[in-house]
């Protein structure tokens, strides 16, 4: 069955730069891929969906690409601010549901 | 609009006891998904109703179950509670129905369950 993985825990980076996460799959390509925000304590927000067939996808400060060679997904975001401190998760609809990565946590230093 | 309610936002439980949570998707959403959120695993789906019809089901015992009601509600319930049910239940609607690929999903803000 389709994994979805994100390999990193955790990311720290300095206010400014720009932070990336990667998300991988293991088997088919999935037709879209959806990346979510979740704060602690709180359900995960919607941000982005890419499908397979564009190789990126923009919204404000946020970029998200998807290259079925490498079968991953990156979530770039650019000027990073310590308000985007938080978890993000990318997800596919399978067969069954929306499965989710584990997640990265990613932490802004001002 | 009104976004996913869900309630309570917190329940302290005994272990043998049930629960019931609740959740009340976006107003047209037909579909409604359960989660359980632990740290240690992750989002794990628990089932998926759309049109009062269980749809989809993930891998957890008997002990949960769930329903979905005529105005698109839902309630899940687990008995027999154990101590490894201690996690964040988290309720997500959408707009279409499951299967379909290009559908966003709205979270509520979760339960969180303690089982003592």
């Known amino acids: 069955s389709q994994k979805i993985e994100q390999n990193s825990e955790a990311l720290n980076i300095q206010e400014g730069k720009t932070a990336t996460l990667t998300c991988n799959y293991t088997n088919y390509s999935p037709a879209y891929l959806q990346w979510y925000r979740q704060d602690p304590g709180r359900g995960p927000v919607f941000l982005l969906l890419i499908r397979e067939n564009e190789k990126e996808k923009r919204k404000e400060r946020l970029k998200v690409t998807f290259d079925t060679t490498l079968k991953q997904s990156l979530f770039h975001i650019t000027a990073s601010q310590p308000a985007d401190s938080a978890t993000y998760l990318c997800a596919h609809r399978g067969r069954r549901a929306l499965t989710f990565g584990s997640g990265t946590r990613l932490q802004v230093q001002p | 609009k009104a976004g996913v309610t869900q309630t309570p936002r917190y329940l302290i439980k005994t272990r043998g006891q049930q629960v019931t949570l609740s959740c009340s998707p976006i107003s047209g959403h037909r579909s409604v998904s359960w989660y359980q959120q632990t740290p240690g695993q992750g989002l794990q789906f628990l089932f998926e109703y759309f049109s009062e019809t269980q749809r989809n089901k993930g891998n957890f015992p008997g002990r949960f179950s769930g329903r979905q009601f005529s105005n698109s509600r839902s309630e899940m319930n687990v008995s027999t509670l154990e101590l490894g049910d201690s996690a964040l239940y988290l309720c997500?609607?959408?707009?279409?129905?499951?299967?379909?690929?290009?559908?966003?999903?709205?979270f509520g803000q979760g339960t969180r369950l303690t089982v003592v």
């Open positions: 997500a609607s959408s707009l279409e129905a499951p299967g379909q690929a290009n559908t966003e999903a709205f």
